[in-house]
């Protein structure tokens, strides 16, 4: 019997990543190098491929939000092309010296960063998370098995032969880059399930998806994704600074997971800045539900359900509450949250100090919108994903939280007594 799709590929990528392990610097930049020239020489084959998933997509009448994740145009493959622009232009952590020091017996120890090996993602809908992640586990010197999904295949599959090829023929090995091109769910369990071949999985998409890898998996995950993110407006705060903030933080693009699905305003504020936070929320078209406390200000919208509170709404929707101060706020993102990012609007620096200490996230902010969780917006060139879990790696993931370490000991003919 032949061996299936995922273990034909694992084979593949675990001899690749023994390969990567020990490439150099400069041939991991040059591979980068390339791939980027050639996603911007086929881009019309990469667009066209994916007219074909959107087409699709639409008779299968997804969501416009959706569609949004799936959809590319010439804008985002430049953000892609520039993403990897910057991960070549970054160190390599491959063989840093994390520390070193010496023991009274005279044994020299060295803590140094290596790659993690084989790494698998399984994700939905962005074609993006291809090139990303792509991109940051070659430089980090690791081989990686991507697993997208159905709606988005004929883009994935384009995308990978673009830049498998371009690596290949910058001298990295074959099979650095590989696409699981079997989107039944079979296929993906059995990759989480590919523990001789697979040494981590990372899972890029909804609620849904995560909870399967994690409750699924044999191999070890790292949890990534939902946000159920919230925006706090303190009675201290700048109220157009706080609109503005809020409008970008949910209007900017809402099917992403940094967008806020919570909006909690003091009390002492919320009658005058309730009205003007709607004005300029229904410029972007925003269904609001409110607790029976905001219904009193702003009687127009529609009661928020307790489901409302814990709900990751990836559209033009926003869920609002009124809290009794910085306490209040913080016990309710607490209990609701999804320790992604979490942000507050005060010109109170004590309140913010408070905030950003006491505030289960990976990310808090202080008057910044939580559009910025992001692996670009941090300068990492891209991410792998945004952690939300304490283990390993937290926030968005770059080159560094794609490394292990081992210690390296060199000796003089010690033996221990």
């Known amino acids: 019997m032949s061996d299936s799709e995922v273990v034909k590929k694992g084979k593949l990528a675990k001899a690749a990543s023994r390969q990567l392990a020990v490439t150099s610097t400069k041939v991991k930049n040059y591979a980068l190098e390339r791939m980027a020239e050639a996603l911007d020489k086929n881009a019309k084959i990469i667009l066209d491929a994916n007219s074909l998933d959107l087409e699709a997509g639409e008779k299968k009448e997804l969501s416009r939000a959706l569609l949004d994740r799936l959809s590319l145009d010439g804008k985002r493959i430049s ?39 084989v790494i698998g993602i399984i994700y939905e809908a962005r074609p993006n ?30 995308i990978t032969k673009v830049i ?25 369990e059995e990759l989480m399930r590919a523990r001789d071949y697979v040494d981590v999985l990372i899972p890029r998409g909804g609620r849904s998806l995560i909870q399967a890898v994690v409750e699924n998996s044999t191999i070890p995950v790292i949890e990534t994704g939902e946000g159920n993110c919230h925006a706090y407006v303190e009675r201290t705060a700048d ?30 504020i919320a009658a005058e800045f309730l009205p003007l936070v709607k004005q300029r929320l229904d410029e972007g078209h925003v269904q609001l539900r409110g607790s029976e406390r905001v219904r009193k200000i702003l009687p127009g919208i529609k009661l928020a359900t307790e489901e409302d509170w814990r709900t990751e709404f990836l559209a033009l929707i926003l869920a609002v509450n009124t809290v009794a101060g910085v306490d209040d706020a913080i016990n309710h993102i607490n209990k609701y949250g999804t320790k992604h990012s979490e942000t507050i609007i005060t010109r109170d620096k004590n309140a913010a100090q408070k905030f950003q200490a006491e505030i289960d996230a990976a990310v808090v902010y202080v ?32 080159l560094n939280e794609l490394t292990s370490y081992k210690y390296l000991v060199d000796g003089s003919g010690q033996i221990r007594v």
């Not at 503005?244 to 909006?263: G, M």
């Open 79 to 117: 953000g892609m092309i520039e993403g990897i622009q910057v991960i070549k232009s970054l160190p390599d952590p491959v063989g840093e010296i994390i520390s070193e020091w010496q023991r009274p017996n005279g044994l020299k120890i060295k803590k140094v960063r290596v790659p993690l090996g």
């Open 129 to 158: 998370v291809t090139v990303d992640s792509a991109a940051l586990c070659l430089k980090a010197g690791n081989a990686v098995i991507l697993r997208g999904g159905s709606d988005v295949i004929q883009t994935n599959i384009e």
């Open 164 to 188: 498998q090829d371009a690596a290949y023929n910058a001298g990295l090995p074959e099979n650095s880059i590989q696409l699981i091109a079997d989107t039944r769910r079979e296929t993906a």
């Open 239 to 268: 109220l157009k600074m706080a609109a503005d903030i809020v409008f970008n933080a949910k209007c900017s693009r809402p099917s992403v997971c940094n967008a806020i699905e919570n909006l909690l305003v003091d009390d002492a």
């Open 367 to 398: 008057n910044a919108s939580t559009r910025f969780t992001d692996g670009f917006e941090f300068g990492f060139g891209a991410e792998i994903g945004i952690s939300t879990q304490k283990l390993h790696a937290r926030g968005p993931m770059g």
